[in-house]
């Protein structure tokens, strides 16, 4: 990412052509008189273009660019209508929190880079603080992958009637909802199992992800469930909901939550 300071930016593209990095540089430019400057270069970088009103977003249309040579750099000022549109149309969009420029000389918390992406639909963030911010995006996504592997291994650990686990998976205090409304507690939930008044032959995860927050991850998906209730066998399709609380030495299932959808074949 290049952000050129002064009326340099001819030097700067000759510079980035003899190292052949043209598919390897962002531009930044904050005028559309250097947007245009720049798309004009016989380089093949691409170029952001700050939009901060609709008549921003008015003139870089007017430039008719192809999606894959432009980038919106979106600000506070930026209104979700002119993100709806960059959106629609296929542009990447980057911005920043601007840490320095508003006198903060260490990062925000991983939670307002996770808000900030969010509410400006970003693809890329750009920060004062790469290495950090970047480790606690890498944090956060091992998180994630613990507790997704979590939520599989309890489905089979449901079929093994491997109680012991199960147990050590459930919080104390977790409300365990079927699709039925039946509400199961966690004493209840061991009980129910070990006398086969429900127990689980197999589930089929068809899709499912996590979200998290803070030290909550939230598991949203799509399955076929096998089960017999008081010996009888059925089967359900259902999406289900599974709420993790998430701390340095243990993962705890404290609520879940699934009800019916119509297979579609």
């Not at 050590?168 to 209840?188: F, M, P, Q, R």
């Not at 589930?203 to 979200?211: A, G, L, M, Q």
């Amino acid at each position: 990412m290049l952000d050129v300071k002064g009326d340099i930016y001819d030097q700067v593209l000759d510079l980035v052509k003899k190292y052949n990095l043209d598919n390897r540089c962002l531009v930044l430019t904050f005028t559309i008189d250097n947007t245009k400057k720049v798309l004009s270069s016989k380089s093949n970088v691409m170029v952001s273009a700050l939009i901060d009103s609709d008549k921003d977003y008015a003139s870089l249309v007017d430039l008719h660019a192809s999606k894959e040579s432009i980038a919106a750099y979106i600000t506070d000022k930026t209104s979700d209508k002119i993100i709806h549109k960059i959106k629609n149309v296929g542009l990447i969009t980057l911005s920043d929190p601007r840490e320095v420029w508003n006198k903060r000389y260490q990062p925000f918390t991983l939670q307002y880079y996770d808000s900030l992406t969010f509410k400006r639909k970003l693809d890329i963030l750009v920060t004062d603080f790469p290495i950090e911010v970047a480790k606690m995006f890498q944090a956060d996504e091992l998180k994630k992958q613990s507790i997704h592997a979590i939520h599989l291994k309890k489905f089979k650990w449901l079929a093994e009637q491997q109680y012991d686990s199960l147990s050590t998976l459930l919080h104390d205090d977790v409300h365990y909802i079927h699709s039925n409304g039946w509400k199961e507690s966690k004493a209840d939930v061991i009980a129910n199992l070990k006398s086969g008044k429900l127990t689980y032959t197999e589930v089929k995860v068809h899709e499912s992800d996590v979200r998290l927050i803070g030290n909550t991850g939230v598991v949203t998906g799509k399955g076929t469930f096998y089960v017999s209730m008081d010996g009888k066998p059925y089967s359900f399709d259902l999406y289900y909901t599974e709420v993790y609380v998430n701390t340095d030495t243990e993962i705890k299932l404290i609520s879940r939550h699934a009800c019916k959808y119509e297979k579609k074949d």
